[in-house]
C-alpha cells in the first residue's frame, strides 16, 4: 500500500538508537529520505544511516542548543531541497530522584531542553510545510504523562507540556493546507537499548496491558510512520496512545 511518503524527507531527532532507529528505518521503507539525528551517538547513527542506504542523511542535534533547530532544517534543505515530515523523538530522561532533592539548574534544565527543544523544531519546519501546503508533525511523548510515575515529575511536565503545545499548533497550521500535528504517547517499549528497564520493571507494564505483553519498537514505529504519512488525512490535534492499550 503506498501512503504517500515516496520522495518525501523526514527528520528523526534522536534516531541513533532505541525507538527513534526503528522510527527512522520504517519511514525509509515506505521510500521516504530520512534525516538520522544524533547527539552524541554518531558511530551509532551511521549504523541506522548505512541500513537505510543513499536516502539517509546524518545530522549532529542536540536540542538543549538554541541554535540546533536551524541549523538542522538547513542542513535537511540543503541535502534534500525539503523538509516533509518532522518526528520529535529525542528525550532527555533526567535522573529518577525524589524531585524536591533536584537543584534548580537540573530541572529547569530538563524541561527547557524537551520543551523548547520540541518547539524550536516545530518553528523551524513549519515554514517550509505551510509553503509546500502538505506536513506532518508527529511528537513522541511517554504514558508516564497519565500515569504518573515518582522521580519523573519534570520529564513528565515536559511532554504533558509538548500535548498542550501540538494540540494548539493543530488549529494554528490547519487551515493552511494538509498538515496535522499529533502527539504520539509511548507506553514502556521493548528496544535494543532498554532491556535493563524492562528485565526490572517489565512485567508491571504487561500485567496492565489487554495484550498480556509489551510492544516492540517495531510497532510503534509502524504506527508513527502512519501518523506521519499521507494515508493519515483525519487523525490531527490528538494524543494517540501507543501502550498496546495499558
Keep these: 500500500m503506498d501512503i504517500g511518503l515516496q520522495e518525501r524527507t523526514v527528520i528523526v531527532t534522536g534516531a541513533s538508537g532505541g525507538v527513534g532507529r526503528r522510527i527512522a528505518t520504517a519511514f525509509a521503507a ?6 538520522v539525528t544524533y547527539r552524541t551517538a554518531r558511530d551509532g ?18 536540542q538543549a542548543d538554541p541554535d540546533a533547530a536551524e541549523a538542522l532544517v538547513a542542513a535537511a534543505v540543503e541535502a ?31 524541561i527547557r531542553g524537551n520543551v523548547e527543544g520540541a518547539i524550536r ?28 510515575a515518582p522521580g519523573a515529575e519534570y520529564y513528565v511536565a515536559a511532554k504533558a507540556a509538548l500535548h498542550g503545545f501540538s494540540r494548539s499548533v493543530a488549529f494554528s497550521l490547519g487551515k493552511d493546507g494538509d498538515l496535522l500535528s499529533n502527539v504520539a504517547m509511548l507506553g514502556l517499549t521493548r528496544t535494543a537499548t532498554n532491556t535493563h528497564v524492562v528485565d526490572q520493571v517489565g512485567h508491571l507494564y504487561e500485567q496492565r496491558s489487554p495484550l498480556g505483553r509489551l ?14 504519512s499521507a494515508a493519515n488525512t483525519a487523525i490531527n490535534g490528538q494524543v494517540v496512545g501507543l501502550t498496546g492499550g495499558a
Design 45 to 62: 547513527a551511521q549504523k541506522v544511516a548505512d541500513e537505510i542506504g543513499s536516502r539517509a542523511v546524518v545530522v549532529r542535534y542536540d
Design 80 to 110: 534534500t531541497g525539503r523538509v516533509d515530515v518532522l518526528v520529535n523523538n529525542a528525550v532527555a530522561w533526567g535522573d529518577m530522584v525524589p524531585f524536591d532533592s533536584v537543584p534548580d539548574e537540573q530541572w529547569t534544565g530538563l
Design 121 to 148: 523544531l516545530t518553528r523551524a519546519v513549519t515554514p517550509l510545510m505551510r509553503e509546500a501546503g502538505w506536513g506532518r508533525l508527529v511528537h513522541l511523548s511517554s504514558s508516564l504523562v497519565t500515569d504518573g
Design 30 to 35: 515506505e521510500g521516504a529520505t530520512v534525516v
Design 215 to 228: 510492544l516492540d519498537a517495531d510497532e510503534v514505529a509502524t504506527a508513527v510512520v502512519w501518523l506521519g
